[in-house]
């Protein structure tokens, strides 16, 4: 079955994906949302692709170096073995900063015999809209296009460059490399620097992962999907972006293809939450600095979206010259979405600011920044709130007045309230704390169906939505509350399908959903785990775990039939949940559920 069967690495400049059989599908230079030099992901034929091609019946496996963003395909046949290790280089340099630069490094390592391999190199640049054009230099091989837009690509090998671009047979007698690079090197590059350049690599990772807590259990895929979160983020402004592909489908043939090379304030915020909880503050430092540069206006409202270098207008077009994956089109590029209102958003925002605060109090930086963002917060909810907007989902029809939304308004008050209490500043806190209960009040009233006995998706509909699950995670409401409690149990029996969560069953703006999306599901079992149901909880979370592809990555989507993997890869979404979820089972001991269940 074709499961997404991808790795990704990156540098937290950019990413690509490497299928399992050693082929670069996808890759983006110089950052994540330029254009493509690889896209086989999206069009077999006109994307382009870096695929390499043992020459004999060669057994081809794949794994990460523990603990790094390094991927490494081994190609075994008897005695003749090599293998390929793929990564973007990043490491700290003598002046206390990072390199990460816009290239891919391929090492080819010889272990034994006489492996024999060719390469199709053919990349097809700025999403292959024109021609793009090979010329072999004397350091490297140029590849060009400048049909519809001018670009370069340079690639650099200790094989004979002829041979690589005709695609000859190599023979492996010792280490080589390939290395993409966006732009021209000044030094030459040989196979012991690029030796260095991995073993440098290498040491970043596991520093990194290192100051990951260790947990009970789950360890290996807490690792795996900080370390896929952590590659999801782009140093040079701190954005997070949702997943590192565009236009792969919720479902196979449908049009719900959507471009996630950007970053979602909710996603985001969300990342950063549970990114700071496994210790990695600088992280958190970088995306608030990305939130206060995008707020100079003390009453300025955020937009739901922004690009990683906090471009504001993300025009959707389409590319259509490429057919999509497995056929799925339109390709996307550009999200319309940004021009959206979502309420939702200034309770997600206001949640990370008080964690950081709560969490890092004494090395917080801008704490002025952060308490003026935190009164405008409170000003633009207690201004809208009352309205409809288009939700979590970001249906594209007519705004109502979803329960999630309204729940995050609450949020916003209640950890403005917090922060207020931490900063000493309580001249503001009796208006604000009736302003909170105000909310509350009306989403008891007006989301609560008592006809299904649970909280519904939007101000007097009967439609279930897995969103309101996060009531409790937020704090608004107790697990053993009997209205939460009933509403995960219609949850379950309106939404669950074999164990796998629909978002919502009614139609939207495309038609009815057909494919679970996988923070669901997680969500799901975070509830019923809250609710007491442990065990069961445990059981499906296991069972979810097994639906991962090889590397035990996630994109955003689950088929309900197949169990294959759809939607952008890998989604920041799924593996925060994942890592949220895996936490859960494996801190809380034997004697606090004894105590949650008096209280």
Request: proline letters at 3%; a negative charge.
């Amino acid at each position: 079955m074709d499961n997404l069967n991808y790795g990704i690495i990156g540098n937290c400049r950019s990413a690509a994906l490497i299928s399992k059989d050693g082929s670069i599908d996808w890759c983006c230079l110089p950052q994540f949302d330029s254009t493509s030099i690889f896209a086989r992901l999206l069009d077999e034929q006109k994307g382009g692709s870096f695929e390499v091609h043992p020459i004999g019946d060669y057994n081809i496996e794949q794994e990460y170096y523990r603990s790094t963003a390094i991927l490494i395909t081994r190609f075994t046949e008897g005695e003749n073995v090599f293998e390929l290790h793929d990564f973007m280089p990043r490491h700290h340099k003598m002046n206390g900063k990072y390199k990460a630069q816009p290239e891919i490094i391929r090492y080819v390592k010889y272990v034994s015999g006489s492996p024999k391999f060719t390469v199709k190199y053919d990349p097809k640049l700025e999403y292959g809209l024109g021609e793009t054009t090979h010329f072999v230099k004397e350091d490297f091989i140029a590849s060009l296009t400048h049909q519809e837009k001018y670009d370069t690509l340079f690639l650099y090998t200790s094989f004979d460059k002829e041979g690589v671009l005709n695609g000859d047979e190599i023979t492996l007698k010792e280490d080589g490399y390939f290395l993409i690079r966006y732009n021209e090197k000044i030094l030459k590059p040989t196979t012991e620097k690029m030796a260095l350049e991995l073993e440098r690599t290498k040491v970043y990772w596991l520093d990194w992962s290192a100051k990951t807590p260790d947990y009970q259990k789950f360890k290996d895929e807490i690792i795996r999907s900080a370390i896929t979160l952590k590659m999801l983020t782009y140093d040079k402004t701190g954005a997070v972006l949702a997943a590192a592909t565009t236009s792969l489908p919720e479902t196979i043939g449908e049009v719900r293809n959507w471009d996630y090379r950007f970053c979602w304030i909710r996603d985001a915020s969300m990342v950063i939450k549970v990114v700071s909880e496994l210790g990695h503050k600088n992280s958190a430092k970088r995306y608030l600095q990305f939130i206060i540069d995008l707020m100079p206006d003390k009453d300025e409202k955020l937009q739901i979206m922004y690009g990683i270098n906090k471009e504001k207008m993300l025009t959707e077009i389409s590319l259509d010259h490429l057919d999509g994956y497995k056929g799925s089109k339109p390709v996307r590029v550009g999200n319309a979405a940004y021009m959206q209102k979502q309420n939702d958003i200034y309770g997600i925002l206001m949640d990370v600011i008080y964690e950081q605060l709560r969490n890092f109090s004494n090395d917080i930086e801008n704490v002025e920044e952060l308490w003026s963002i935190t009164k405008g917060i409170v000003w633009i909810v207690g201004k809208h709130w009352e309205e409809p907007d288009k939700g979590i989902w970001e249906f594209r029809g007519d705004d109502r007045h979803f329960t999630f939304s309204k729940v995050l308004c609450w949020v916003a008050l209640d950890r403005a309230i917090k922060v207020a209490n931490m900063f000493g500043k309580t001249r503001k806190l009796e208006r604000w704390t009736a302003l909170e209960q105000k909310i509350k009040d009306d989403i008891h009233e007006n989301a609560w169906n008592s006809d299904i006995n649970a909280f519904v998706q939007s101000y007097g509909s009967r439609h279930l939505d897995a969103s309101v699950l996060l009531m409790e995670p937020y704090g608004f409401i107790h697990p053993r509350d009997p209205k939460y409690v009933s509403t995960v149990k219609a949850i379950e029996e309106g939404l669950s399908n074999d164990g796998l969560l629909y978002r919502y069953k009614n139609e939207d703006d495309f038609g009815l959903p057909s494919s679970s999306f996988t923070i669901c599901t997680f969500w799901f079992i975070n509830a019923l785990f809250k609710i007491g149901e442990e065990e069961k909880a445990l059981e499906q979370f296991e069972r979810l775990l097994s639906y991962s592809n090889h590397l035990g990555l996630f994109s955003e989507d689950i088929d309900f039939k197949t169990k294959r993997l759809l939607g952008n890869f890998p989604q920041a979404y799924s593996h925060l949940a994942l890592i949220e979820c895996a936490i859960n089972f494996s801190t809380k001991q034997k004697d606090e559920r004894i105590l949650e269940s008096i209280k």
